[in-house]
């Protein structure tokens, strides 16, 4: 099926939904004025964050903000909308309605912020009930915003629905002096790996995990390479009797 607009998505289900009707201010999911506010998390400077070497792209002098799109406001249109119901209303069974900080709505993906003490609650919910039933989780990537302070990693999952053919993340962060998460290995069991490696690259620890050690650097290594503020380096590398320096050893160009 071709992707389409959330307000023309086309769903073939089996079974009949329950109808969620309830719209009391204490039950539906966050759209504080605030949160729909974008949320700048630092700067760019130069095209490539190049700071110790020369830059020869000629953007050296680009300077604009970072900026996380901000939450969206209801309607969010077709399924979306659906979806948000479907665990507005698993939230409130499970008692854990506050678990969701900020929904987001951008560039036709859905994508919920959740409190990290609830992550598995959230994911066993999003799971097991029959109106959500994502049965699937693909991995969980590492982000590092170091200017955005007591947020600076983020963790994002990326859910499946083969049962409704829809597709949903969820977004948790943690700050750098706490890097601490939940694991949902208990939940989806093929996080394991992922989870391992987000370590490995980000050094979020993913408390529950049944082994959370390196899985791509050496067990030795010092530091998570995938963090902006880890130290560019590399290798000399050799190419049919050319040699090219690691980066952060080439020559400046003026």
Not at 66 to 88: H, K, N, Q, S
Not at 210 to 230: C, F, V
Request: hydrophobic share 30%; proline share 10%.
């Amino acid at each position: 099926m071709s992707p389409k607009e959330p307000g023309e998505f086309t769903e073939v289900t089996s079974g009949t939904e329950p109808d969620v009707t309830d719209r009391s201010p204490e039950n539906t999911l966050p759209a504080d004025p605030e949160q729909l506010q974008p949320e700048v998390v630092g700067v760019q400077r130069g095209m490539f964050g190049v700071r110790d070497s020369g830059d020869t792209s000629g953007y050296g002098g680009l300077v604009r903000p970072i900026a996380m799109p901000g939450g969206t406001a209801r309607p969010y249109g077709g399924w979306f909308d659906e979806v948000a119901d479907a665990l507005e209303a698993a939230l409130g069974g499970a008692g854990v309605m506050h678990a969701v900080e900020k929904v987001v709505v951008h560039r036709n993906e859905l994508t919920f912020f959740i409190r990290r003490e609830e992550l598995r609650e959230v994911a066993q919910l999003l799971r097991d009930d029959p109106r959500l039933r994502f049965e699937f989780c693909s991995g969980v990537s590492g982000v590092h915003y170091p200017d955005d302070a007591g947020r600076e990693l983020h963790a994002v999952y990326h859910l499946l629905s083969m049962t409704h053919n829809r597709r949903i993340r969820l977004e948790v962060t943690c700050p750098d002096a706490e890097p601490h998460i939940p694991s949902v290995v208990s939940v989806y069991p093929t996080n394991d790996w992922h989870e391992r490696e987000t370590y490995d690259f980000f050094g979020i620890i993913f408390d529950g995990h049944p082994s959370l050690t390196r899985i791509e650097m050496p067990d030795d290594w010092p530091g998570h390479p995938q963090r902006k503020d880890y130290p560019l380096g590399g290798i000399p590398v050799e190419y049919k009797g050319a040699s090219i320096p690691p980066p952060d050893t080439r020559r400046v160009y003026h």
